[in-house]
């Protein structure tokens, strides 16, 4: 079946500092790919929306230049949280499906990426 | 934006009984509805699927129905097991936009 890798797994960082986050698609081509993020107890939100070789489009209230998304090849999209702060700690989630003709496929999520910021 | 809603936001039974989650949604024109079981720090899994051409799907223990004209699905796990605890969460979204719009979760503790 259809993998999405998700790395670093964890990660702690200090305030001000960026961190970067890789999604992959292991077995197939992604030309999109969605970014969540889920607080603790709560749902996952969509942040926004990776689109392979053009620019990525925010959900309203997510800052651009705060979550920086490449989406550079048809296998792998990063996620760059930028100036880390402790109100960013949170859960973030990247899936995946084939895109073309393959919308009846179902989505798919890496295993997501604990982030701290201290 | 589509819009979803889940109930109940907790939900315990009793080892051997059923769980029925529901879930209403706002858009139309959404014609695609997935399940997701997510334990702790885990990534959420698809557990069934539904789209909107059809009324009810089923896959062992767990079934999904749908009823297009009042906006709502529901997920029902019979025989529930304690390995079936964990937050379920139902999902929207259009073919076109493929993005998934979530309902809020349901904790399911199954009580052995």
């Known amino acids: 079946g259809a993998v999405v890798s998700q790395h670093p797994s964890w990660v702690i960082c200090k305030s001000g500092t960026s961190v970067k986050i890789e999604c992959r698609s292991l077995?197939?081509?992604?030309?999109?790919m969605f970014w969540y993020r889920q607080f603790p107890k709560q749902s996952l939100m969509l942040m926004a929306t990776?689109?392979?070789?053009?620019?990525?489009?925010?959900e309203q209230g997510v800052e651009k230049d705060k979550f920086l998304i490449n989406h550079a090849s048809l296998t792998l999209s990063t996620l760059t949280v930028t100036s880390a702060h402790p109100e960013d700690s949170s859960f973030y989630i990247c899936?995946?499906?084939?895109?073309?003709?393959?919308?009846?496929?179902?989505?798919?999520f890496g295993n997501g990426t604990r982030l701290t910021v201290t | 934006g589509e819009n979803v809603e889940q109930h109940p936001s907790t939900l315990s039974v009793q080892e051997g009984d059923s769980a029925v989650i529901k879930c209403t949604y706002s858009?139309?024109?959404?014609?695609?509805f997935p399940w997701y079981k997510q334990e702790l720090g885990k990534r959420p899994q698809l557990i069934i699927d539904?789209?909107?051409?059809?009324g009810e799907k089923k896959d062992q223990r767990i079934a999904v129905t749908l009823n297009k004209t009042a906006k709502h699905f529901s997920l029902h796990i019979t025989e529930t097991q304690p390995e079936d605890s964990a937050v379920y969460f139902c999902?929207?979204?259009?073919?076109?936009?493929?993005?998934?719009?979530f309902g809020s979760g349901t904790q399911l503790t199954v009580l052995p």
């Open positions: 899936s995946a499906h084939p895109g073309g003709g393959s919308y009846n496929s179902p989505l798919h």
């Open positions: 077995d197939f081509q992604a030309t999109t």
């Open positions: 990776s689109n392979e070789g053009s620019k990525a489009t925010y």
């Open positions: 858009d139309s024109a959404s014609n695609y």
């Open positions: 539904i789209r909107s051409n059809v």
């Open positions: 999902a929207a979204s259009k073919a076109s936009a493929r993005q998934l719009t």
